[in-house]
């Protein structure tokens, strides 16, 4: 089983690229993040022609999961129990379903925006609710991941000049200690290969031609319990998915399983 993440950067925008990367790749089960559309809005149409059953967490212009899965789709949850609100909003950044015998949360943790602001906080009050929402849901034989775009750089070696967030988020001992919490939970960071240079960063700011030079981080992960871990053959970031005119600024973090 070919089971992937990507953080489209809006699917209305994506959607060639995205129908064409899904009918090149063999992905069977694919994590989406910030669709940036209302559930009304996204291609369920078009992604059932090239065979993929979807399920869809989305409200608006901002924010927004999917799950697309070709090895069939049960017991969808959408939503975080128990997740905090912002400004009053439950903003739709979590989605779950069993695919293929195969359990997966898609999620998009919140920004943090800055160490001030209180977007920062609902971030690490976010991670805690998902925290306990996958200790319930990661028990058992059943192989079982979080994945998705996560905000979280897990460690110096995975942003491109960690000088360069001195004080930011992204990096801040908070943050990875969440992460950490995370892993507490009995799960495990299956680190994808690069495909090109030494180190596997996924998302690159459009801006100041970050891509071309190799100024990224390695933000988009997957997370597993030991069922998932131990069927995992290979795992690596498709880099040349973020080449070209009308790219996301993530690169899609795809994960091989011999179940």
């Not at 060639?16 to 694919?30: C, F, I, K």
């Not at 925290?131 to 028990?139: F, I, L, P, R, S």
């Not at 970050?210 to 997370?223: C, E, Q, S, T």
Request: glycine letters at 8%; aromatic letters at 10%; a negative charge.
């Amino acid at each position: 089983m070919r089971i992937a993440t990507w953080n489209v950067n809006s699917i209305t925008a994506r959607l060639p690229r995205l129908l064409a990367w899904l009918e090149n790749s063999g992905t069977d089960v694919l994590c989406i993040q910030e669709t940036k559309c209302s559930a009304e809005q996204f291609p369920h149409a078009e992604l059932r022609e090239l065979g993929y059953e979807s399920a869809v967490n989305a409200t608006g212009r901002w924010n927004g999961v999917a799950l697309l899965s070709k090895v069939g789709m049960e017991d969808v949850v959408a939503g975080l129990t128990g997740g905090p609100l912002y400004e009053g909003v439950d903003e739709p950044r979590a989605i779950s379903a069993t695919c293929g015998g195969v359990r997966v949360w898609s999620v998009y943790v919140p920004n943090g925006r800055e160490v001030a602001h209180d977007h920062y906080g609902y971030k690490l009050d976010w991670f805690r609710a998902l925290t306990t929402a996958v200790g319930q849901d990661a028990a058992g034989d059943r192989p079982f991941a979080v994945l998705g775009d996560y905000n979280v750089a897990p460690t110096d070696a995975d942003v491109w000049d960690i000088a360069a967030f001195d004080g930011l988020t992204h990096v801040s001992a908070p943050e990875r200690a969440a992460l950490e919490a995370l892993r507490a939970a009995g799960l495990t960071d299956v680190v994808p290969r690069p495909l090109k240079y030494d180190h596997p960063f996924t998302y690159w700011d459009y801006r100041q031609l970050a891509f071309p030079k190799n100024r990224g981080m390695r933000i988009d992960l997957v997370y597993a319990n030991p069922a998932f871990q131990k069927a995992v053959k290979d795992a690596y970031v498709d880099r040349e998915e973020r080449k070209g005119k009308g790219a996301s600024d993530h690169a899609p973090v795809v994960v091989d399983l011999e179940l």
